[in-house]
């Protein structure tokens, strides 16, 4: 079964960085494009990034344009989202999705892992 596990968040100080991990199993990574999302406490989803299949086209919201960067090792089944110059709106829990065979959108979602950033 596809399995998503999303790792690497914690506490950080504004400024810094962080770089989540993303370990997928279960289906053929290399075959699907990827995507970050994320929910601060109390609002709604909101996404952050997709990469297409092969990597080598990336997209980003204006909020974290610049700031953050995705990439995935399709021989490692494995996702990331490096993320620079944190700011406390960061806060949230940073998810990682697989999308469907073609096409946007989100079939498949890991647990989350925490990223907290105190100013």
């Known amino acids: 079964q596809v399995q998503l596990v999303e790792s690497g968040g914690g506490l950080v100080q504004s400024g810094g960085s962080l770089t989540l991990s993303c370990a997928a199993s279960?289906?053929?990574?290399?075959?699907?494009?990827m995507y970050w999302v994320r929910q601060a406490p109390g609002k709604g989803l909101e996404w952050l990034s997709t990469?297409?299949?092969?990597?080598?086209?990336?997209f980003y919201s204006d909020d974290v344009k610049g700031r953050f960067t995705i990439s995935r090792d399709n021989m490692k089944n494995t996702l990331y989202l490096q993320m620079n110059k944190l700011e406390s709106e960061d806060t949230a829990l940073y998810y990682c999705?697989?999308?469907?065979?073609?096409?946007?959108?989100?079939?498949?979602w890991g647990q989350g892992t925490q990223v907290t950033v105190s100013s």
């Open positions: 990469i297409t299949h092969g990597g080598a086209t990336t």
């Open positions: 279960g289906f053929s990574f290399n075959s699907y494009w």
């Open positions: 999705a697989r999308g469907p065979l073609t096409g946007w959108g989100f079939e498949y």
